[in-house]
Nanobody, 120 residues
Framework: VQLVESGGGSVQAGGSLRLSCVAS????????MGWFRQAPGKEREFVAAIGWMGGSTVYGDFVKGRFTISRDNAKNTVYLRLNSLKPEDTAVYYC??????????????WGQGTQVTVSS
């Protein structure tokens, strides 16, 4: 199984990014997908998750409507749209796959991460 993230970069506060994660080696439509992030010196934090058909989504409390998770099962891809970015959103963002419900824990596979840097 391989999860490959892309779309990270450097933006100014208030800007937007769209992260992508392409999955291979698994039946994508059978897995819930999640996004996590980890900032330097901090623990990994749950960002968002989406069920296998895309009808169920869950977000971390800090998101407050700024981020949107979506998926395209025909492309084996999950997305995370980041809007109204703040400097505190600076982190490595990781994609993960979970066989089962879209929860904020117990993921089976992880990507290598993509860096998001937000400057003030």
């Amino acid at each position: 199984v391989q999860l490959v993230e892309s779309g990270g970069g450097s933006v100014q506060a208030g800007g937007s990014l769209r992260l992508s994660c392409v999955a291979s080696g698994l039946t994508f439509s059978s897995y819930s997908m999640g996004w996590f992030r980890q900032a330097p010196g901090k623990e990994r934090e749950f960002v968002a998750a989406i069920g296998w058909m895309g009808g169920s989504t869950v977000y971390g409390d800090f998101v407050k409507g700024r981020f949107t998770i979506s998926r395209d099962n025909a492309k084996n891809t999950v997305y995370l749209r980041l809007n109204s970015l703040k400097p505190e959103d600076t982190a490595v963002y990781y994609c993960a796959a979970r066989y089962g419900r879209p929860l904020n824990y117990e993921y089976d596979y992880w990507g290598q991460g993509t860096q998001v840097t937000v400057s003030s």
